[in-house]
């Protein structure tokens, strides 16, 4: 498990889908704050597939590492645990996954049905993205448009992200740093403009950071 300050959650809400011997599979995912809004976005998908044969889901949150799962009448392990474990391996919290199946008439064996809902949640992953809650550093900078370029390049080579950007007399960057990367920052920008910029500090805030490249694993 991630540390308590610093964990992979997904990105956005997703959906993806795939057909395994005329079985179609439908795979929803969602960034997930609570068990009753996990439970919510399941009903959902209850009422918006209510003629298929299976709604299996799973959902984990990090608060008190809470794990839940259910095969909804698939074979007991070939649905919901795959699809966990899914999530598990990555290290995920914060995530809600339902992959909804309509059954085609060919029977898919327990083996089967455990790779193609592993599949599910896995492409519903890689569709979503990934990106990590911990502790940021925010910041407002203003500097003159001659600096702007130059200025983005140190925000990314410190791996910040550039929440806001006012364009006026000068521009006004809004900026959000790892842990550290105020200070690193700020003695660049030093000589870069021979002390004239400064950072201002917003203080910090526990929020989620920009996307991160995923690589497929089931």
């Known amino acids: 498990m991630s540390g308590a300050l610093n964990y992979l959650i997904p990105?956005?809400?997703?959906q993806s889908e795939f057909v395994e011997k005329k079985s179609r599979f439908i795979s929803h995912?969602?960034?997930?704050?609570?068990?009753?809004?996990a439970r919510a976005r399941i009903e959902e998908m209850r009422k918006t597939y209510h003629?298929?044969?299976?709604?299996?889901?799973?959902?984990?949150l990090h608060e008190g590492a809470l794990l839940r799962y259910s095969?909804?009448?698939?074979?007991?392990?070939?649905?919901?645990?795959?699809?966990?474990n899914v999530f598990q391996r990555r290290e995920v919290w914060n995530v809600c996954c339902v992959v909804t199946r309509y059954f085609g008439g060919v029977l898919l064996g327990t083996g089967g049905l455990t790779r193609a809902?592993?599949?599910?949640?896995?492409?519903?992953?890689e569709a979503a993205g990934l990106c990590r809650m911990c502790l940021w550093e925010r910041?407002?900078?203003?500097?003159?448009?001659?600096?702007?370029?130059?200025?983005?390049?140190?925000?990314?080579?410190?791996d910040g992200v550039v929440e806001h950007t006012e364009y006026g007399a000068q521009i006004v960057m809004r900026l959000a740093l790892p842990q550290g990367g105020r200070d690193a920052l700020q003695a660049q920008l030093t000589e870069l403009s021979a002390g004239a910029l400064q950072l201002q500090s917003l203080g910090d805030q526990f929020q989620p950071g920009p996307r991160e490249e995923?690589?497929?694993q089931r």
């Open 11 to 14: 990105y956005e809400a997703a």
């Open 29 to 37: 995912i969602w960034r997930v704050e609570s068990e009753e809004e």
């Open 51 to 60: 003629d298929a044969r299976h709604n299996c889901w799973c959902y984990l």
């Open 71 to 84: 095969d909804d009448g698939e074979p007991q392990g070939t649905a919901g645990q795959p699809m966990l």
């Open 117 to 125: 809902y592993s599949r599910g949640a896995s492409d519903a992953l």
């Open 139 to 158: 910041a407002e900078l203003m500097l003159p448009y001659a600096l702007f370029e130059q200025v983005k390049l140190l925000v990314a080579g410190a």
């Open 214 to 216: 995923t690589a497929q």
